[in-house]
């Protein structure tokens, strides 16, 4: 999601305290995520397909007093709403065709835990008023069966729409009202060009250790078509990109012919990469970038390695490994 320190896109224990940002909206996000995960407020998540919101709802799980209890995933979008009772609230047996015993639904499997909605903004009117109850009071019915049914759950939602209770989405006032006690929204990662570098690193870093590469970075021309696209796929396409040009690569480079961006999905116009005022490339690779950054925070901790390893969120021993790298000629 947010430029994890060391944590992969689909982690699932990342903690609120395993991310690190260079960008000032991002760490308003994060911000705001570390206060309202030490309350049991329900939270709404607003962000672009892709953004991250179901690693940082994870991680608000993770770092809140809830974190020995289950964090449940539950994705509204596109169910009937026969579908959506059974799946959220659980049906008896012979409740419908094919019912052959009691099945628990997601409130109830997330008890003294963490419901996550994602998408909920694309339920039905119908979905919504069946919900409402069920998120305000922790009551809910299995289908076939008229017994009330309490959860104590916590509920994170989340939406790539813009919902304001009852705008485009027609989306109920009270229901919006009440999922929004905490409302974060997570900026697109071509919003925050500065962390790019970092999390382009760590994903090839991440790929090569699963597929049993040795890669050591990007050649020039693919470090700046990578730090030059728009990235609209967000983390996920950056995931999906950098595991894919690993797999490519037949040496310990990867280069731009390596790079399988989306068809048709347009670039930004200008690198988002430092310049100089004659306009040439201020860091034109991976490398480089990795070195400025890793040095910026050593100044900013007034060179104390252990203060900037842990900024970092490596070990003092990767941090003088990476140290020994940007010593060496390029």
Not at 203 to 213: D, N, V
């Amino acid at each position: 999601m947010a430029s994890s320190r060391t944590r992969a896109y689909d982690d699932t224990s990342a903690t609120l305290a395993d991310f690190y940002t260079s960008d000032a909206t991002m760490q308003a996000c994060l911000d705001r995520a570390r206060v309202a995960a030490q309350t049991d407020l329900p939270i709404l998540i607003l962000g672009e397909s892709g953004a991250g919101k179901t690693i940082l709802a994870r991680a608000i799980h993770n770092s809140s007093r809830r974190n020995k209890g289950p964090f449940v995933s539950f994705n509204a979008a596109a169910l009937s709403d026969t579908l959506l009772d059974s799946q959220l609230f659980g049906h008896e047996r012979g409740a419908f065709t094919g019912a052959h015993q009691r099945v628990k639904g997601k409130f109830e499997l997330a008890h003294q835990g963490t419901l996550f909605l994602d998408e909920i903004a694309d339920l039905s009117p119908t979905g919504q008023s069946k919900i409402l109850r069920a998120v305000e009071y922790g009551e809910f019915e299995r289908l076939g069966s008229d017994a009330l049914q309490r959860a104590d759950v916590r509920v994170i939602s989340a939406t790539h729409w813009a919902i304001n209770g009852g705008g485009e989405r027609r989306f109920r006032q009270d229901l919006f009202f009440r999922i929004s006690g905490f409302t974060l929204t997570l900026p697109s990662l071509r919003e925050r060009p500065r962390d790019l570098p970092v999390l382009l690193a760590a994903e090839i870093e991440r790929a090569g250790q699963r597929q049993g590469k040795a890669i050591v970075g990007l050649n020039r021309a693919a470090a700046n078509r990578l730090l030059a696209y728009a990235w609209p796929g967000n983390l996920r396409e950056l995931s999906t990109v950098v595991h894919a040009a690993v797999a490519l690569a037949t040496g310990d480079v990867i280069g731009e012919e390596h790079l399988m961006l989306g068809t048709g999905v347009t670039e930004t116009t200008t690198p988002a990469v430092p310049t100089t005022s004659n306009g040439n490339a201020k860091h034109r690779t991976l490398r480089d970038a990795m070195a400025k950054h890793i040095l910026q925070v050593l100044e900013d901790v007034g060179g104390n390695k252990r203060r900037a390893a842990r900024e970092l969120g490596v070990s003092r021993a990767t941090l003088d490994r990476k140290l020994r790298e940007i010593s060496k000629p390029a």
